[in-house]
Each structure stands twice: as structure tokens, then as C-alpha cells.
């Protein structure tokens, strides 16, 4: 069996709309392994941003567990959890998310900076990270000099930056034309494979099952096969 380095066990998650209680996430039992792409795919509202804000520990659960690269965290405190998003998971998002006033090396370096590693360690280890995803020519480059698919790359570079055992994209392809985002999702394909990173893409695209090992769908705060809804573990 592949090692897991994402895993959500029984999770819920409730919100307080004033006298309300939302229940967005209803049980939701999943795994990334170590080597896999796996997509997330369902309508706005049916919890997937949520799901995704969990695996992160952006957000903290109302109930159940998560597991992140074989540490259990679903009850952590901030700091703990600040801990494991620097030391463990690498983000990409569909606004690519770049500081405008620091070059592509720069961003990925000030990556590095909050992970705790300076200096020339920082220097060279962005450089490779943008070398590795094809980048190494635009190093110097600034965000408004870079198309939206350089700018993808930077942002995938900064991910991969510390490397995190775990990856999680958010709508990447969303601004990308098609020949574009089937390039960045070449390359999440490679990471997993040549890499043995688990990746995770929330995404309205279809062309991402071209590279998922898996596609699992959400609807209304829980898991569905071919629209049947799993239920809770």
C-alpha cells in the first residue's frame, strides 16, 4: 500500500451564521498518498474550499482527525499548525498570489525565509526549484514581465520550495488558456511521479483527470461516487 501523506478521517465542519449552525463538511473520510495526483472536483458551495482549507491547517476541523505527513493534527493549536503548513505543505493558487515588487527568485526565496532557511541555502535552493519547473531564465524577472503560466511556475517553484511532501492546488488552471494549463498539469504530474510528492488539485477543470490517479467528487458536504453520496465513516 503507498504511503499516505495527507489523510482526513470522519471530518465535519460547522459555522455559526448568527442563531444558524451550517454544516459544510458532513464526514468526509479521504487520503493522498505519496506519488499520487488526485483531483477534487465539485460546485461552488459544496464544501471543496473548506475541505481544502482543512488539509492546509488553515482551518481547524469541528470534528475528526487529519493527518499530515504522519503527524496527527487535527486538534493542534495555531502554532503547531502554522508548523506543519511550513514544514509540510506547499500551496498553489489560482491568482498565483506573487509579491509585484520581488523578482520570481525573490518570491521563492521569501518562501524559503518563513520556512526558516537564509542566505546563499536560499539563493541556491531557488534557484533549483525555478530551474526544475523550467523557470531558470526568469529568475531576474518581475511579475508583470512574466506571462500567467510563468507566473503559475513561480508559484508552483515557491510550493515546492523547503520540499513539502504535499501539495495542494487551488483552481490552477482557472486563468490559463488550455495548452497553458496543460502544461502546469504535466508538471504536476511529474512532481508526483518523479518526486513522490501527493498532490491535491480542487479544481472545475475537466482536463485534470487526464493526469489524476483519482478524481473525488463533493457534493453538499460530502463524498460522491458516480452522484451517490458516500456515507460517513
Not at 451550517?22 to 464544501?47: N, W
Not at 526544475?132 to 518581475?142: I, M, P, Q, S, T
Not at 482557472?174 to 513522490?196: H, M, P, R
Request: net charge neutral.
Amino acid at each position: 500500500m503507498n504511503e499516505k501523506v495527507l489523510a482526513v478521517r470522519d471530518v465535519t465542519k460547522v459555522f455559526e451564521e448568527g442563531r444558524q449552525r451550517v454544516h459544510v463538511l458532513k464526514g468526509i473520510t479521504m487520503d493522498v498518498a505519496k506519488g499520487e495526483v488526485v483531483a477534487l472536483e465539485g460546485p461552488s458551495g459544496s464544501g471543496k474550499t473548506t475541505l481544502l482549507s482543512i488539509m492546509g491547517c488553515i482551518l481547524t476541523p469541528s470534528s475528526g482527525e487529519l493527518e499530515v505527513a504522519g503527524r496527527r493534527v487535527g486538534a493542534a493549536d495555531a502554532a503547531a499548525l502554522r508548523e506543519v503548513r511550513r514544514r509540510s505543505i506547499g500551496f498553489v493558487f489560482q491568482q498565483y498570489n506573487l509579491f509585484p515588487a520581488l523578482t520570481a527568485l525573490e518570491n521563492v526565496e521569501y518562501s524559503l525565509n518563513v520556512r526558516g532557511t537564509r542566505g546563499r541555502a536560499a539563493h541556491d535552493e531557488a534557484k533549483r526549484v525555478l530551474e526544475r519547473v523550467g523557470l531558470a531564465e526568469r529568475a531576474g524577472f518581475l511579475p508583470r514581465d512574466l506571462s500567467g503560466g510563468q507566473k503559475q511556475r513561480v508559484a508552483i517553484a515557491r510550493a515546492l520550495a523547503g520540499s513539502p511532501p504535499v501539495l495542494l492546488a487551488d483552481e490552477p488552471t482557472a486563468n490559463l488558456d488550455t495548452a497553458v494549463g496543460g502544461q502546469i498539469l504535466d508538471l504536476f504530474q511529474q512532481l508526483a511521479k518523479s518526486e513522490g510528492r501527493g498532490v491535491l488539485v480542487v479544481t472545475h477543470d475537466p482536463n485534470v483527470r487526464r493526469i489524476a490517479d483519482r478524481v473525488v467528487g463533493i457534493r453538499d458536504g460530502q463524498l460522491v461516487t458516480d452522484g451517490v453520496e458516500q456515507e460517513a465513516a
